[in-house]
């Protein structure tokens, strides 16, 4: 239905667009002083394997990457496809700063230097801190980094706030995404793969002209693997890959002035999957017999495996991650002579089926635990790149309106009495309690986001140059969360009252209702950068950035306290973020050798997470306000070619990381039942700083969760001229890898959560000559063990559950372009 829709709308005149489609005809910045160098276009220099001739588009026009005073990692398609980095989530193992954790598409966050969104949380109502950009379309739902990257010539990651030279305001940075462009010669490219656990991948494209002024681009992808995980209760393999990709693009030269790029695409998952499974059992503060081992011993259960690594489970309901996500653009850049005005108008839209098991055992404990979602979004940008005497500047118009409905449901089994009722009562021996209870929540929203943004770079001499900007922003959000509960019989389950069978129910779900509620703010955001460029290699620059991050609504429910729902509750603050950042570009060895290095400090003060209010008598976590959180590090890309047989890479960060204050937040599951203990005392948390009660903890101090304070990626292509298959080529033989040290992987640090680091390598070998290219690859060589994510699990019963990592994968990849 929605490709249909999709389909009208393009033959409507509404579509998105490739980055590089009008400006890729364009000079690009030149340095005088290198002969040739003022002819050379962006296509010629993206052709090129020289740092300095790398060119992106983050201050919205074309220059070459070290000549930006921003701190940017960029990745090609050549890197993309050699390493298979076909995704957000591979993407990250090549760049140390950038973080992705997904335990399905919708509960997915993307984090730059730890800060982004809060891990493991998904609220309607909040925006996201890291911006993901697609040929210049915004899009709103992180989802979109799960999908494979469709036809992409590549992927630059700006990090710190973008927010005077992006439509949407971005606190960590941004992940801009540039397809490839229709192209008036004919070509196109295959390419198919093939490896262990039934991995299938294929993609194409095609392109060419339809007339001297329209040309068009077609490209399609599939992706399929097994599941890495064997469900022992439905005899399969879970945590699939099942992806599919359609892309086009039209792109009409109406004349030497403008140029109009209409593109579409449409994007389909639908996977088994995301299972998490058993890791271990972690003793908590609570009595012994509501803790994992007494309740399992009550159900004469016991799990397929307590080794994660043996990929075992037994989920007893449907697993299912089905997500559509597409949309349109029209995109038109008329060439005034001084300067370019560009009109980007999108609509995209993400449809959300999903089916999960949320007890992750195989006890009918929680049957369903489902929020499907429709989200549609309509934006419009105009934007105007000028330059004059000794000056250029950006300045732009955004507008972003999107509605969102989630129509969720949660029900209980016929385990959910035994394992979530207090086993002293009476009640938890009777199934019919809690069996059958029924949560259907109606979740809405509707966002406007308007915004007037600019930046001016002033060269104050050929070597210095100033460049402040400003954003005035304002926010509009209105929405509702109404979760109407009854019992197995059908019964309305009231706020509060009621018989104790109904107390017990609602200790289990609790309903609530507040609709309309609305948050409505103006924000300014201001920045300062100073470059100096004392030589042609070298760029020196200092930034100042002061921005914010959205308010929102609590859209997850607010705690209830005698029947009254705390609504003074259900709005959020924005994040106030003051942004400091010290950066050197440079090249040396007659340009065979770059290194950027950055210093950065971010305070942000009024951070969103999920927090606990000790005053209310029924604990529920919702998202509030941190009081201030604080990111500082150090980051260095080093890369070297010393002639053109040999390239090596080293990309570094260390990061410092910690709740500078966060008094009231939810405690880790250590203390869960807990009465109030200093650190050190007996049951305390080794290593871990803070006060902890019952309800709240002062976690101030801690570490963010899913930041590393070290991170590295590193590798080394060698090549060698020879013959094969009657082609003139060369053999090569990479390697890359990437490490990264300890980190928590929940909201307030645990000593059961906490993921030991590890490193992951990767090596393939290969033949290759200018339009083919054949090599076998393998991914995790080493095999190492590790877990993308742990989480503690519903009713705090010392169950931790995780997701592991991809085992070692091999395979063999072709490809062949004309």
């Excluded at 394997?49 to 201050?59: G, K, M, Q």
């Excluded at 300062?528 to 959205?550: I, N, W």
């Excluded at 050197?584 to 305070?603: C, E, H, I, M, P």
Aim: glycine content about 10%; hydrophobic content about 35%; proline content about 5%.
């Amino acid at each position: 239905m929605r490709l249909a829709k999709l389909t009208l709308s393009l033959l409507a005149g509404i579509s998105p667009i490739p980055a590089y489609a009008q400006v890729a005809q364009e000079p690009v910045s030149a340095d005088p002083s290198v002969p040739g160098d003022q002819d050379r276009t962006v296509e010629d220099v993206q052709r090129s394997s020289v740092a300095s001739d790398i060119v992106v588009t983050a201050r919205r026009r074309a220059e070459q990457v070290q000549d930006v005073p921003i701190p940017i990692s960029v990745v090609g398609v050549k890197e993309l496809d050699s390493t298979g980095s076909f995704n957000v989530q591979r993407l990250q193992q090549l760049q140390p700063t950038l973080q992705f954790y997904s335990s399905n598409p919708r509960n997915s966050s993307v984090n730059i230097r730890g800060i982004g969104a809060p891990l493991g949380l998904t609220n309607d109502g909040i925006d996201q801190g890291v911006g993901v950009y697609i040929d210049q379309v915004y899009f709103s739902r992180v989802a979109v980094a799960t999908l494979d990257f469709l036809d992409v010539q590549q992927v630059e990651t700006l990090r710190g706030p973008q927010g005077t030279l992006y439509g949407k305001n971005t606190v960590a940075g941004a992940i801009s995404i540039t397809s490839k462009a229709p192209s008036f010669n004919f070509e196109g490219r295959a390419e198919l793969s093939y490896g262990n656990l039934e991995f299938k991948q294929a993609k194409a494209s095609v392109s060419g002209p339809l007339s001297d002024t329209v040309a068009v681009r077609l490209g399609a992808s599939s992706t399929s693997r097994r599941g890495t995980a064997y469900n022992t209760s439905s005899r399969t393999y879970v945590n699939a890959q099942d992806n599919m990709g359609l892309r086009g693009a039209l792109l009409w030269n109406a004349s030497d002035a403008l140029a109009l790029t209409l593109s579409a695409d449409w994007n389909r998952q639908n996977p088994e999957c995301c299972a998490q499974i058993y890791v271990r059992y972690g003793p908590t503060q609570r009595a012994a017999n509501r803790q994992y081992p007494a309740l399992t011993a009550a159900f004469n259960y016991a799990p397929p495996s307590t080794n994660a690594f043996d990929r075992l489970t037994d989920l007893d309901a449907e697993l299912n991650a089905l997500s559509e996500l597409g949309g349109a653009s029209l995109r038109a850049e008329l060439d005034t002579g001084s300067g370019k005005l560009t009109s980007v108008t999108a609509w995209r839209f993400w449809d959300w089926g999903p089916a999960n098991d949320r007890d992750f055992i195989g006890l009918p404990i929680t049957t369903k635990s489902n929020n499907p979602t429709e989200q549609t979004q309509f934006t419009q940008e105009f934007r105007y790149a000028g330059e004059g005497n000794g000056f250029d500047y950006v300045l732009g118009l955004f507008g972003f309106y999107q509605d969102i409905h989630t129509t969720g449901v949660q029900q209980q089994g016929s385990a959910a009495s035994r394992w979530l009722l207090n086993p002293t009562s009476t009640l938890s021996n009777d199934p019919s309690v809690l069996n059958g209870l029924t949560a259907n929540n109606d979740i809405r929203l509707k966002n406007f986001s308007g915004a007037l943004f600019g930046k001016f770079n002033w060269d104050l001499t050929d070597k210095f140059t100033i460049s402040p900007g400003l954003r005035v922003n304002y926010d509009d959000k209105v929405g509702s969360y109404v979760s109407v509960v009854t019992d197995g019989q059908g019964v309305l389950v009231p706020y509060s009252g009621g018989t104790a069978r109904q107390a017990a129910q609602r200790e289990a779900i609790q309903p609530q209702a507040f609709t309309d509620e609305a948050y409505r703010a103006w924000n300014l955001s201001y920045d300062l950068t100073l470059s100096y460029k004392p030589s042609r290699d070298l760029l020196l620059y200092a930034t100042y950035a002061h921005t914010f991050k959205s308010g929102g609504l609590n859209l997850n429910g607010v705690p209830v306290v005698n029947g009254a729902v705390q609504t003074d509750l259900a709005q959020v603050d924005p994040e106030k973020v003051d942004h400091f950042e010290l950066g050197l570009k440079s090249q040396f060895w007659d340009r065979k050798a770059t290194f950027n290095v950055t210093g950065y400090w971010t305070s942000i003060k009024d951070y969103q997470a999920v927090v606990n209010n000790g005053a209310n008598s029924t604990l529920r976590g919702y998202l509030a306000n941190a009081g201030e959180v604080r990111v500082r590090g150090v980051e260095a890309d080093f890369s070297l070619r010393p002639t053109s047989r040999l390239s090596l890479y080293v990309n570094g960060a260390y990061t410092d990381h910690e709740y500078v204050e966060f008094t009231n937040a939810p405690c880790p599951p250590e203390r869960a039942g807990g009465t109030a203990a200093p650190i050190g005392s007996a049951g305390g948390t080794p290593g871990v700083p803070g006060q902890f009660s019952p309800v709240v903890c002062d976690i101030s101090g801690q570490w963010l969760p899913g930041v590393s304070n070290w991170a590295f990626s590193y590798g080394a292509e060698y090549n060698l001229p020879a013959k094969a298959f009657g082609l003139d080529g060369e053999f090569y033989l990479a390697g890359d890898a990437n490490s990264r040290s300890k980190y928590s992987s929940n909201a307030s640090r645990s000593m059961y959560t906490d993921i030991e680091g590890y490193t992951l390598a990767n090596f393939r070998l290969g033949f290759r000559t200018q339009d083919f290219n054949i090599f076998g690859w393998v991914r995790n060589a080493l095999d190492e063990q590790y877990f993308d994510l742990l989480a503690t699990t519903p009713g705090n019963t010392g169950l931790i559950s995780g997701q592991p990592g991809d085992p070692r994968t091999y395979g063999l990849t072709v490809s062949k372009a004309f």
